[in-house]
């Protein structure tokens, strides 16, 4: 069997900023990624492959949610504060 012609590998113009869709877990006032385990919560402030605009939101989410469990612990605040299923947030918005 002949070998397959290897074509010349091209670099991106935008190594980062290209991811349209996160995927942020939301629980105990934290917003974020889940760990390598996978029951860690990782509260983010930026990630590089994400756009930018899907960050904002992300950060705007966040806000909301450490607002939600500030009140919720004072209200209940022997109870844990979980209040949402993973989120997706999607940056690419009309006209981008």
Do not use: W
């Amino acid at each position: 069997m002949p070998e397959a012609p290897v074509l010349p590998i091209i670099a991106s113009p935008n190594p980062y900023g290209y991811r349209n869709r996160i995927t942020v877990h939301a629980e105990a006032g934290k917003v974020g990624f889940r760990g390598v385990n996978g029951r860690d919560l990782i509260d983010i402030r930026s990630c590089s492959i994400a756009r930018p605009r899907s960050m904002q939101s992300s950060r705007a989410f966040a806000t909301i949610i450490r607002r939600m469990a500030t009140i919720h612990s004072a209200i209940r605040p022997c109870r844990p504060a979980v209040f949402f299923r993973p989120i997706m947030i999607c940056g690419k918005l009309c006209g981008d």
